[in-house]
């Protein structure tokens, strides 16, 4: 049974070019990640230094895996919490109105 575990990445102080360069492919992984709903959100604070992510996962291993494909991840620092539980408001197609 999958878990669902956040994760906080905490940005550098200053962005290298290198690190710079590496956000498109960033956001690539992670666009791919959400559609298959291993991510289930990520989120950017507005002074960008820390990001937070809801992973589902089997383990902490799996989540640490995970990381690992981000591009960015030598970069940040990482902090795993297993949460005991997830809750969103619902998601669904608008009404319909027929006229």
Known sequence: MKDVFLVNLKLPESFTKELYNL???QR???NQLLDNRVVL?????M???NVWAYIEAVSEQEVMDILSTFPIIK????TIHE???YDTAPVGMPELILN
Not at 41 to 45: P, V
Not at 75 to 78: G, L, N
């Open 23 to 25: 956000i498109p492919e």
């Open 28 to 30: 690539a992984v992670v």
């Open 41 to 45: 959100s990520y989120s950017l604070d």
């Open 47 to 49: 002074d960008r230094k």
């Open 83 to 85: 949460l005991a539980f």
């Open 75 to 78: 970069y940040v620092k990482t």
